[in-house]
């Protein structure tokens, strides 16, 4: 079977450089790209994601909520502290807060809602204004901030760490990995949804084809933005492979319960977990 798309580069990355979908580029410069890439895409985010995903990103994004089935159970008196990191526009971090509300009656569980870009964040905090948790109780804020540091947030003051289609586009993915671990209290569960690797070699061929040439076309025609798309499709493909990240959930101190990770729609995406015990 032919390979349909190969990387433009092949210098494999070392300490001082890292990927940039498929380019090369110096580790310093990563986080500036990624910015203008995001800051690009914010205004058409929401739309492109139900294009090109064909609406599919909204099941994912509701299973891996119910899988999750987060929230102050009845009986007891102390609220979750939620963060939902790269949190962009909003979609898991008020996909959480609803699922708690519905299934458990919680109204007290506090939201962060952390991206580094302020773009993004900007999206997210417009669709808040119009939600029922914009009641002037203060359970919802914003914050922009490097999901690899996240220096104003304490050791050990959150119950549940979220990140959904995020973690592949940091610079150092271990060290964000670890700042999870740090931030969560024992017992607080990390969980992450992102794009991954196909397990079956056809499906994988009709799914490269499909984003390797509609995806940037369709950037360019409905958001006149080839390259933002391009980079997106790139770095899905640069992403560690299932296995190879649940590893590194578990470099970082985490427990990996079962098998470690679910794949969704033949792993084009897929939910991993981890447990700070
Ligand atoms: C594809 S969007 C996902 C947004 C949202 N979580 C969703 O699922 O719709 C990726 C987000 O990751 C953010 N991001 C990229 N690098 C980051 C970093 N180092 N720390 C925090 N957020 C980051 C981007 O700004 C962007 O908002």
Same mark, same amino acid.
């Given at each position: 079977?032919?390979?349909?798309? /190969? =990387?433009? +580069?092949?210098?494999?990355? @070392?300490?001082?450089?890292?990927?940039? %979908?498929?380019?090369? !580029?110096?580790?310093?410069?990563?986080?500036?790209?990624?910015?203008?890439?995001?800051?690009?895409?914010?205004?058409?985010?929401?739309?492109?994601?139900?294009?090109?995903?064909?609406?599919?990103?909204?099941?994912?994004?509701?299973?891996f909520?119910?899988r999750l089935?987060a929230?102050? /159970? =009845?009986? +007891?008196?102390?609220?979750? @502290?939620?963060?939902?990191?790269?949190? %962009?526009?909003?979609? !898991?971090?008020?996909?959480?807060?609803?699922?708690?509300?519905?299934?458990?009656?919680?109204?007290?569980?506090?939201?962060?809602?952390?991206?580094?870009?302020?773009?993004?964040?900007?999206?997210?905090?417009?669709?808040?204004?119009?939600?029922?948790?914009?009641?002037?109780?203060?359970?919802?804020?914003?914050?922009?901030?490097?999901?690899?540091?996240?220096?104003?947030?304490?050791?050990?003051?959150?119950?549940v760490y979220t990140i959904a289609?995020?973690?592949?586009?940091?610079?150092?993915?271990?060290?964000?990995?670890?700042?999870?671990?740090?931030?969560?209290?024992?017992?607080?569960i990390f969980a992450c949804l992102?794009?991954?690797?196909?397990?079956?070699?056809?499906?994988?061929?009709?799914?490269?084809?499909?984003?390797?040439?509609?995806?940037?076309?369709?950037?360019?025609?409905?958001?006149?933005?080839?390259?933002?798309?391009?980079?997106?499709?790139?770095?899905?493909?640069?992403?560690?492979?299932?296995?190879?990240?649940?590893?590194?959930?578990?470099?970082?101190?985490?427990?990996?319960?079962?098998?470690?990770?679910?794949?969704?729609?033949?792993?084009?995406?897929?939910i991993h977990i981890g447990?700070?015990?």
């Amino acid at each position: 079977m032919p390979m349909l798309a /190969r =990387p433009v +580069s092949s210098q494999t990355p @070392d300490d001082e450089t890292t990927h940039f %979908g498929y380019k090369t !580029i110096k580790r310093e410069d990563k986080e500036k790209m990624v910015g203008g890439v995001f800051s690009s895409v914010a205004s058409n985010y929401d739309l492109m994601n139900d294009v090109m995903s064909m609406g599919v990103h909204r099941l994912w994004k509701n299973h891996f909520i119910n899988r999750l089935d987060a929230g102050m /159970r =009845p009986g +007891s008196n102390r609220p979750l @502290d939620f963060l939902d990191v790269a949190g %962009g526009t909003g979609d !898991i971090a008020f996909g959480l807060l609803e699922h708690a509300e519905k299934r458990f009656n919680d109204r007290a569980s506090t939201m962060t809602i952390a991206d580094i870009n302020p773009d993004m964040l900007r999206e997210g905090e417009l669709r808040y204004q119009s939600t029922k948790w914009n009641d002037g109780s203060d359970r919802v804020n914003f914050l922009v901030q490097n999901g690899e540091t996240m220096d104003q947030i304490e050791d050990n003051s959150k119950d549940v760490y979220t990140i959904a289609f995020g973690i592949r586009n940091f610079t150092n993915i271990q060290a964000g990995l670890d700042t999870a671990y740090r931030i969560l209290r024992p017992g607080g569960i990390f969980a992450c949804l992102e794009f991954s690797q196909v397990d079956n070699a056809a499906i994988d061929y009709i799914y490269q084809a499909y984003s390797f040439s509609l995806l940037p076309l369709m950037g360019q025609l409905i958001a006149n933005d080839r390259d933002s798309y391009q980079y997106l499709v790139e770095s899905i493909r640069k992403f560690p492979k299932q296995e190879e990240f649940k590893g590194m959930i578990e470099k970082a101190g985490f427990y990996v319960p079962e098998k470690g990770y679910e794949n969704l729609t033949f792993g084009v995406a897929s939910i991993h977990i981890g447990v700070k015990l």
